[in-house]
């Protein structure tokens, strides 16, 4: 293969500066070089790959249709040599550090408990975690960019390895300022006279939601609002007016305590799995095997 004619690093880094930080001027600043010298990378990238990739509208530059194509590609590129880089320094140190990443409802209520327990139990390694959707978690994985993560749904990628975790079920639940509050039942027909609020349709949680009401014949509930957190969701309950279902994980406590109320469905009960999932290529990180430990304990 002809590797003379590819564009290099500093060429897609500068790319990104322009874009990110409005110009070639401050472009320039950030990287502690002339302008002009912002100007002649940017055209080399454009003789590289034989389109003009930036375009003056008025007083800014502009990405073309193209440019926006080599701007994703070199964040993409960027970002994964920056794990490389992470990745290479932790065998240097000995793989002590753990890259880890979680959907948005382990994270809010999960994940906390476990960082203070990993802190306490593994004091000699360090621990980076951050939450994102499943499709993106799953891509981070299969690329390098994490070493372990935990989900709601079980990735499909032939490099990754899942394990089961702990077994949840999405429950319906309103306040106890709801009329439902004690109606220990309701018909699958009641679905469609209530005002739902839910988790965003790109959540793990969602597409299991939807899933599960195709499955009983339901195509659509009545959707007040999507939000992008199960705890948000939990203070809106607290008015009266709607419903939701949450993982029975992220509503424990406020179920003991009767801040929130469980209704029952006739026909209808969504159990899933949470799962462990890591790359096959990274399989000897021990903070990794630590953390797998840990969570086995806690089960």
């Known amino acids: 293969m002809e590797y003379k004619n590819l564009p290099d690093l500093t060429s897609l880094a500068t790319l990104v500066a322009v874009v990110e930080h409005g ?22 990238l454009d003789a590289c790959y034989g389109i003009r990739l930036m375009q003056r509208q008025g007083n800014r530059l502009e990405l073309t249709a193209a440019g926006h194509r080599v701007y994703d590609f070199a964040r993409l590129v960027l970002m994964q040599q920056r ?38 139990a593994y004091p000699q390694f360090s621990i980076q975690s951050r939450m994102a959707y499943s499709r993106q978690i799953q891509t981070h994985l299969a690329t390098g960019l994490a070493d372990l993560a935990l989900l709601e749904q079980a990735p499909d990628h032939p490099d990754i390895l899942v394990q089961k975790w702990l077994d949840d079920e999405l ?43 195709r499955d009983v014949g339901i195509e659509r509930i009545p959707l007040a609002m999507e939000v992008g957190s199960t705890d948000a969701i939990v203070e809106m309950l607290a008015g009266g007016k709607y419903v939701s279902f949450l993982p029975r994980f992220a509503v424990a406590e406020a179920l003991a305590d009767e801040s929130l109320f469980r209704i029952k469905i006739e026909g209808l009960r969504i159990k899933r799995t949470l799962w462990i999932a890591r790359t096959r290529s990274n399989i000897d990180n021990p903070a990794a095997e630590a953390f797998i430990g840990l969570l086995r304990h806690d089960r």
């Open 23 to 44: 110009g070639v001027n401050e472009a320039a600043r950030r990287l502690f070089v002339g302008q002009p010298a912002v100007t002649k990378r940017l055209r080399g």
């Open 83 to 120: 794990a490389l880089v992470e990745d290479l320094s932790q065998l240097r140190e000995g793989r002590d550090s753990l890259r880890l990443e979680v959907t948005t409802a382990i994270g809010e209520h999960l994940l906390p408990n476990l960082l203070l327990q990993f802190s306490e």
């Open 171 to 213: 429950l319906l639940v309103c306040s106890d300022n709801h009329p439902l509050r004690y109606t220990s039942l309701i018909a699958l027909s009641e679905l469609s006279r209530l005002n739902f609020v839910l988790r965003e349709s790109s959540s793990s949680m969602r597409l299991i939601l939807d899933k599960a009401l």
